[in-house]
């Protein structure tokens, strides 16, 4: 939407190629979205040691920043959760400074 918008066209404009070709595509790639699984119930018992880990990263067209919860039960057992993972649009140079300002 945001190229679309980039282009100023008018609402009875074509799509360029590329644009429509690339919306394709996403239409065809959002049927695997239902294979994606993120539990919504962290569960961190008192007993286990935990860490969180946070990553974030940015390119021309969005950053983003990941935080995970790594526990290990007093048995040995990880656990790996995803906690959030956030996006947004803006420009570049702000990119890197957001994506670090969201992981802190």
């Not at 294979?35 to 919504?40: A, L, N, S, V």
């Not at 039960?73 to 570049?92: C, F, H, M, R, Y």
Request: net charge neutral.
């Amino acid at each position: 939407m945001q190229r679309l918008w980039k282009q100023q066209l008018k609402w009875d404009e074509r799509v360029p190629t590329d644009i429509k070709r690339e919306w394709e595509q996403l239409a065809d790639d959002v049927q695997f979205v239902k294979d994606i699984k993120i539990p919504r119930f962290l569960l961190v018992d008192s007993d286990n040691l935990f860490h969180l880990f946070g990553f974030s990263d940015a390119s021309e067209r969005a950053y983003a920043a990941a935080i995970y919860c790594r526990s290990v039960s007093d048995t040995g057992k990880i656990n790996v959760q995803l906690i959030i993972a956030p996006l947004k649009t803006v420009s570049l140079p702000r990119l890197e400074l957001c994506g670090a300002l969201l992981l802190v």
